[in-house]
């Protein structure tokens, strides 16, 4: 199995705080357990937006389902829909919803090409939480993420960048982690294709400390296969240029 976060399956290895389960990094600031920096993530994530309730909200790569519940609790969208990679997670979060009483719909099960289905200007946010740099042809995600979004919408991601150009010699080495070797960008380079398509630039934010560091500061009562890969992530933002940003972005 590809550790985690890097998985389809539901991270049941991870402390969780039901009923939001979780799939991210976690937001370390003030925080000493995933049990509160998951859900801290979360939340991070939606104030970082401004996040207006009454609003449309469409997941992309929606993994357990446990962010859709928290913005659904505590900022009563008008709609909630999702698009997540068939498999386990998107079974788990089926049930999650049910269990809840959430309604998300649609929920679809694909890839985020599936995008395509959707009219245009209907969500006010769209939202991805470390799922976009596994996508391949980010601008072709940028323009249907653009194009579903209503003016004035937002465009919320966090995204793997690096810290200069000389690291991106070192492509293969970032293969593990499942990142297409086109979407190794400096964060300048990153927004440069954003606003090539449209995009106002809201904040570009380093989380690689509050996020990345967090974690890998973090992993006493993980598993052996989770304390593996923290460490390996570790030397990749010490020494191979990783950075991590927190990216929002206006129509």
């Not at 995600?141 to 200069?164: C, H, M, W």
Request: glycine share 6%; charged share 20%.
């Amino acid at each position: 199995m590809t550790p985690f976060p890097f998985s389809k399956s539901p991270a049941y290895i991870l402390p969780q705080s039901p009923p939001f389960y979780l799939s991210n990094f976690g937001f370390w600031e003030g925080e000493s357990s995933f049990h509160t920096a998951g859900i801290r993530f979360v939340s991070e994530f939606a104030k970082g937006c401004q996040l207006k309730p009454e609003a449309k909200i469409l997941e992309i790569g929606s993994g357990l389902g446990g962010s859709l519940l928290y913005w659904s609790k505590y900022y009563h969208p008008k709609l909630l829909s999702a698009i997540n990679l068939p498999g386990e997670q998107s079974d788990f979060a089926e049930q999650l919803f049910g269990s809840n009483n959430i309604d998300v719909k649609p929920f679809i099960k694909g890839s985020w090409e599936v995008l395509g289905s959707i009219p245009d200007s209907s969500y006010d946010y769209v939202f991805s939480l470390d799922a976009a740099y596994h996508f391949k042809n980010l601008t072709a995600f940028y323009k249907e993420s653009y194009r579903v979004l209503k003016p004035g919408g937002r465009f919320v991601f966090t995204n793997f960048q690096i810290a200069d150009n000389k690291f991106k010699k070192f492509v293969w080495l970032y293969l593990p982690f499942l990142i297409p070797k086109e979407n190794l960008k400096l964060n300048e380079e990153t927004i440069l294709d954003l606003k090539a398509v449209g995009w106002k630039q809201i904040e570009s934010k380093n989380w690689t400390l509050f996020v990345i560091k967090g974690f890998t500061n973090h992993t006493t009562n993980l598993p052996i296969s989770l304390k593996t890969f923290a460490k390996v992530l570790d030397w990749f933002v010490n020494y191979l240029g990783l950075t991590y940003y927190y990216h929002v972005f206006e129509k």
